[in-house]
């Protein structure tokens, strides 16, 4: 999947293999190799791979089909003991306004 995803992404950006190797320091044979299967990355070459499409790593091994995780994407979402709360903005706000003077007070005392 990691090839496959490599090679639609790449091309959705409308760059060779030459170009995306020459920019991200790569051989043109490494890029084919990862594209055909042959080859799977390491951990840096995932991260580097990730950054220089902004994606997430998980997108890339096609654990998930959206580009971008949703980690810390969703707006006003509380992630409680392990349990993912949704906030209206009213309640959203109130969280962050009693951060904030919690914060306040911490440094005080």
Do not use: C, W
């Not at 080859?39 to 790593?57: G, H, K, M, Q």
């Not at 979402?77 to 309640?91: A, I, R, W």
Request: glycine share 6%.
């Amino acid at each position: 999947m990691f090839g496959k995803r490599l090679a639609e992404i790449r091309n959705k950006k409308g760059i060779s293999q030459y170009e995306l190797a020459e920019h991200l320091k790569f051989t043109r044979a490494q890029l084919a190799n990862y594209e055909q299967g042959k080859r799977e990355p390491d951990f840096e070459t995932l991260i580097t791979l990730a950054n220089y499409f902004d994606v997430s790593i998980d997108y890339l091994l096609g654990r998930i089909d959206q580009p971008k995780s949703n980690n810390g994407g969703d707006k006003n979402v509380l992630l409680y003991l392990g349990n993912k709360e949704d906030l209206t903005e009213e309640e959203a706000e109130f969280i962050k306004e009693t951060l904030v003077t919690y914060r306040k007070v911490k440094e005080k005392y």
